[in-house]
């Protein structure tokens, strides 16, 4: 099964990719992932990529795909595997496209994952962080036992700066922009099923499974 996986920031599609993931065993490939991993092994695409990246600058489209290709090579996709994160653009869709032709691969499906904008802000924008030990809580969803105050060591819980309002509402923007088109880009293709991404993780995981095996 090779699969993408859309969805603006909040709307929980790394965690289902992740669930499918484990589900079909097969890897769940995410460009930074990639990125990290060529830094390390320091491989030929890995050094290209970190000039860019030590410099602050955005790893150009090229490089990403032929990384993302390189990744795809690997034994342990041979069986499918999951983008999640990729691509961003419609530039970047084309350019997938022809990397998968030159593979002799293509993909199953592209799961769309849906959730209104007001409940992504709501999801984004009530992460709190220790500024201690890093821990992670939301004020709806896993608050704190004392208000402001963590459960792991009692350090103090803040808004971190991409988790406040007007951060969220540019990437949203940035996602309607950018990557929403991606949705007809792939329907016209006969690849895109849609699912509603509201409610609880284990309903929407279960929701996704349905749906590709009514496709196969």
């Known amino acids: 099964?090779?699969?993408?996986?859309?969805?603006?920031?909040?709307?929980?599609?790394?965690?289902?990719?992740?669930?499918?993931?484990?589900?079909?065993?097969?890897?769940?490939?995410?460009?930074?992932?990639?990125?990290?991993?060529?830094?390390?092994?320091?491989?030929?695409?890995?050094?290209?990529?970190?000039?860019?990246?030590?410099q602050g600058e955005l790893v150009p489209d090229p490089l990403v795909i032929a990384l993302i290709e390189e990744r795809l090579r690997v034994?342990?996709?041979?069986?499918?595997?999951?983008?999640?994160?990729f691509p961003r653009t419609l530039a970047q869709a084309e350019a997938l496209r022809d990397a998968l032709e030159a593979l002799n691969s293509r993909l199953d499906a592209v799961i769309n994952v849906e959730v209104e904008?007001?409940?992504?802000?709501?999801r984004?924008?009530?992460?709190?962080?220790?500024?201690?030990?890093?821990?992670?809580?939301?004020?709806?969803?896993?608050?704190?036992?004392?208000?402001?105050?963590?459960?792991?060591?009692?350090?103090?819980?803040?808004?971190?700066?991409?988790?406040?309002?007007a951060t969220i509402r540019e990437r949203l923007k940035v996602y309607t922009e950018q990557t929403a088109p991606l949705a007809a880009f792939y329907n016209h293709g006969g690849l895109l099923l849609t699912i509603h991404g509201m409610g609880k993780i284990d309903t929407i995981f279960?929701?996704?499974?349905?749906?590709?095996?009514?496709?196969a």
């Not at 034994?75 to 994160?85: F, K, P, Q, S, T």
């Not at 904008?117 to 709501?122: D, K, S, V």
């Open 1 to 54: 099964m090779r699969l993408i996986f859309l969805g603006p920031p909040g709307s929980g599609k790394g965690t289902q990719a992740k669930l499918l993931a484990e589900k079909y065993g097969i890897p769940q490939v995410s460009t930074g992932d990639i990125l990290r991993a060529a830094v390390r092994e320091r491989t030929s695409l890995g050094k290209r990529a970190k000039g860019y990246m030590d």
């Open 75 to 85: 034994a342990d996709c041979r069986e499918g595997y999951i983008l999640d994160g």
């Open 117 to 122: 904008q007001g409940e992504l802000l709501r």
């Open 124 to 165: 984004l924008t009530g992460r709190r962080t220790c500024r201690a030990c890093g821990a992670m809580f939301h004020t709806v969803f896993n608050p704190s036992k004392v208000a402001g105050k963590c459960d792991a060591c009692g350090g103090e819980l803040y808004q971190r700066s991409d988790d406040q309002e």
């Open 206 to 215: 279960e929701e996704i499974c349905r749906v590709l095996e009514r496709r």
